[in-house]
């Protein structure tokens, strides 16, 4: 599954917008408000109500409410055009009095063809709320093993529901009692996902609270400390949930496959991927994700500039307002290998100082123009008792003030 190009037309603050998507990471950046989620809304409504046409998926569809449409419109329009199994597909969805869908190519035998194929193309999308752990209901489809399972709510919101994961576990440790290569080899998927990403993590494993209870918890050796899921941070517990969700829902839907992480293809859709995560981490989550799963198309929205500095250009898609509508900028952009204070002040529009520090340089620099050096040196004297110390603009005009000083004094020297 790959998508290669989105139309909005009228939907929430788009009047009209395209978006051109890339193999692997694509990323949605914009200030808050501009519409990053709003994409990605899009996108899991639309295949929400076409996967069932193509797919073994049997999930109910999501809507389009009405007030989904523009103030001032009465219809919406989503079109998407996306490959699956290696065919072109184009989907048409509107929303106006009632819901229209269209397919193209809506061939019997085509559709068919890919809901009864061996490896199925998946949409999972993942919501802010993926590290918030839950006892709510299951939904038993999960711990399945059948095409089906993979689609089951992979587009909704959901929090992580711990026992929907372990019941699944448990069921592959009781096929492997019954010598199942396949069980063997999706649980060793998931602890090289878990591995690769973590490699502090080891010993993956499911494990029953009490002797008597049915309720499970999924435990882990860190750094050589064992840990359950409970224990984790929200940035560990949050990515620790993406892998291995999307990793049973590839093995789920592709059966028939050696290697379904290599070979496992799927649209994951990331709303604030930077969630609870340290720069550090936010440095190589891109590049983790895409070497585990790097048959997948990514779509995300971050406001992190380490995550926007690790993506390609043709990956970038900078949302802005402009008058009364947002538009879609894609061509110009380059952050890769950029640091992230030049991402900060020319992509994001952000200036990445405190203001009244950066006030304070502009005021120095101001005088340095105008020759009062005086001023200048008091106003450095200043700014050095705001930020507590020292650093590399405090040490570039200082250096300025002193070689004009230094002019200064020659300049006086000869003329005496």
């Known amino acids: 599954m790959e998508?290669?190009?989105?139309?909005?037309?009228?939907?929430?603050?788009?009047?009209?917008?395209?978006?051109?998507?890339?193999?692997?990471?694509?990323?949605?950046?914009?200030?808050?408000?501009?519409?990053?989620?709003?994409?990605?809304?899009?996108?899991?409504?639309?295949?929400?109500?076409?996967?069932?046409?193509?797919?073994?998926?049997?999930?109910?569809?999501?809507?389009?409410?009405?007030?989904?449409?523009?103030?001032?419109?009465?219809?919406?329009?989503?079109?998407?055009?996306?490959?699956?199994?290696?065919?072109?597909?184009?989907?048409?969805?509107?929303?106006?009095?009632?819901?229209?869908?269209?397919?193209?190519?809506?061939?019997?035998?085509?559709?068919?063809?890919?809901?009864?194929?061996?490896?199925?193309?998946?949409?999972?999308?993942?919501?802010?709320?993926?590290?918030?752990?839950?006892?709510?209901?299951?939904?038993?489809?999960?711990?399945?093993?059948?095409?089906?399972?993979?689609?089951?709510?992979?587009?909704?919101?959901?929090?992580?529901?711990?026992?929907?994961?372990?019941?699944?576990?448990?069921?592959?440790?009781?096929?492997?009692?019954?010598?199942?290569?396949?069980?063997?080899?999706?649980?060793?998927?998931?602890?090289?996902?878990?591995?690769?990403?973590?490699?502090?993590?080891?010993?993956?494993?499911?494990?029953?609270?009490?002797?008597?209870?049915?309720?499970?918890?999924?435990?882990?050796?860190?750094?050589?400390?064992?840990?359950?899921?409970n224990q984790l941070s929200d940035g560990e517990r949050g990515i620790l949930a993406l892998i291995l969700d999307l990793v049973q829902r590839l093995l789920q839907a592709n059966p028939d496959l050696e290697d379904p992480l290599q070979d496992g293809k799927a649209l994951v859709l990331i709303d604030e991927l930077d969630l609870h995560l340290h720069p550090s981490w936010q440095r190589m989550v891109v590049q983790k994700l895409t070497e585990i799963f790097p048959n997948c198309q990514f779509i995300a929205t971050t406001h992190s500039p380490q995550i926007i500095g690790e993506v390609q250009p043709t990956g970038l898609i900078l949302l802005k307002k402009e008058n009364d509508q947002v538009v879609a900028i894609q061509e110009g952009l380059q952050a890769f290998g950029l640091d992230s204070s030049w991402i900060l002040k020319h992509l994001m529009e952000t200036e990445p100082r405190n203001l009244r520090v950066q006030d304070q340089i502009n005021s120095i620099e101001d005088s340095l123009e105008e020759g009062d050096l005086e001023l200048a040196r008091n106003q450095l004297d200043t700014l050095k008792r705001m930020i507590y110390g020292r650093d590399d603009e405090v040490f570039r005009l200082e250096a300025s003030i002193n070689n004009l000083e230094a002019l200064a004094d020659e300049v006086d020297s000869e003329e005496e």
């Open 3 to 229: 998508i290669h190009r989105l139309t909005l037309t009228t939907f929430r603050g788009f009047k009209q917008a395209e978006f051109e998507f890339e193999p692997g990471m694509n990323l949605l950046v914009g200030i808050n408000g501009v519409g990053k989620s709003t994409v990605l809304d899009a996108l899991r409504i639309t295949f929400s109500r076409i996967l069932p046409e193509f797919t073994a998926c049997e999930e109910k569809h999501l809507n389009f409410n009405a007030d989904d449409i523009r103030i001032g419109f009465d219809r919406l329009a989503v079109e998407v055009h996306f490959q699956a199994s290696g065919i072109p597909f184009q989907c048409n969805v509107s929303r106006g009095k009632s819901h229209d869908v269209k397919i193209k190519p809506n061939s019997s035998i085509i559709l068919e063809s890919i809901k009864k194929a061996g490896n199925q193309p998946l949409v999972v999308y993942f919501s802010t709320r993926r590290s918030i752990l839950t006892e709510k209901a299951l939904n038993r489809n999960r711990s399945l093993d059948n095409q089906s399972a993979a689609f089951a709510d992979a587009l909704i919101p959901r929090m992580l529901r711990l026992q929907e994961f372990t019941d699944w576990w448990l069921v592959q440790e009781e096929l492997l009692d019954e010598k199942s290569d396949l069980a063997q080899r999706h649980l060793n998927a998931l602890n090289d996902a878990v591995r690769r990403f973590f490699d502090w993590f080891t010993d993956l494993r499911v494990l029953h609270t009490s002797a008597e209870s049915k309720k499970t918890t999924l435990l882990l050796e860190k750094d050589g400390v064992t840990l359950n899921i």
